[in-house]
């Protein structure tokens, strides 16, 4: 069972490339969301998404773009990049009923650095 | 603004200690607490609390909410040098214009370090 399957593993970008990460799961879940790591920070909450064709901003947005055509892929896009845009982007999916909203299950990262 | 805060931030403990880690929070409509077990890669889920003074376990690990003070504890008993990881807290809530999605607000972490 891959669960979520977040790709690439590393990524080093020139500032102003632009380039997509991309997730996917198979378990199914409406839910799917975009975070960045920082020191310090803690995981912010970029996008999300409760199902096909609906997405909405979270805490931390600007400079990226997402977009759910399936319930499986939910990727994220850089369209300019820029040295603060450098992290840790985990992807994460979770049921969209009861409680079980809450928890959710992480890709393994993204680690992206910005120079 | 919704707040988690943990302490410490950092644990260094030997081998068959005892560990309790603190997660304390502020937020609006608040849901659930989660604990997440973080070594090098993806968090990973361990307990979900959603009432008070109901105490979860799994193994050696513990939680408890207190939802009238506003935190949980996690305990680790007869800790481990596979229990070396970073511990995060984090706290469900819901917002009635987000299409059913419920936010989830993370701590930083503790960063426990077991030691032979």
């Known amino acids: 069972n891959a669960g979520v399957t977040q790709t690439p593993k590393f990524q080093v970008l020139k500032t102003g490339q632009s380039m997509t990460l991309q997730c996917a799961q198979d378990?199914?879940?409406?839910?799917m969301s975009w975070y960045r790591q920082d020191p310090g920070m803690g995981l912010r909450l970029i996008h999300y998404?409760?199902?096909?064709?609906?997405?909405d901003q979270g805490e931390v947005p600007n400079g990226y773009n997402v977009s759910r055509s399936t319930t499986e892929d939910f990727p994220l896009r850089l369209l300019s990049a820029a040295p603060s845009q450098t992290s840790v982007y985990f992807c994460?999916?979770?049921?969209?009923?009861?409680?079980?909203?809450?928890?959710?299950?992480f890709g393994a990262g993204t680690r992206l650095s910005v120079l | 603004e919704d707040k988690v805060v943990q302490s410490p931030l950092s644990l260094v403990v030997h081998e068959g200690d005892t560990v309790t880690l603190n997660c304390s929070y502020e937020?609006?409509?608040?849901?659930?607490l989660l604990w997440y077990k973080q070594e090098k890669k993806a968090p990973t889920f361990l307990f979900m609390l959603?009432?008070?003074?109901i105490e979860k376990k799994s193994g050696r690990l513990s939680s408890i909410l207190d939802k009238k003070e506003l935190f949980s504890i996690l305990n680790i008993t007869a800790t481990q040098t596979g229990d070396s990881a970073i511990y995060l807290c984090?706290?469900?809530?819901?917002?009635?214009?987000?299409?059913?999605?419920?936010?989830?607000?993370f701590g930083i972490g503790t960063k426990l370090q077991v030691i032979p």
């Open positions: 994460a999916s979770s049921y969209s009923t009861g409680f079980s909203k809450n928890i959710q299950y």
């Open positions: 378990m199914n879940h409406e839910y």
């Open positions: 998404s409760v199902g096909a064709g609906i997405t």
């Open positions: 937020v609006t409509n608040f849901r659930s």
């Open positions: 959603t009432s008070s003074g």
């Open positions: 984090a706290v469900g809530s819901y917002r009635l214009d987000s299409g059913g999605y419920q936010k989830v607000t």
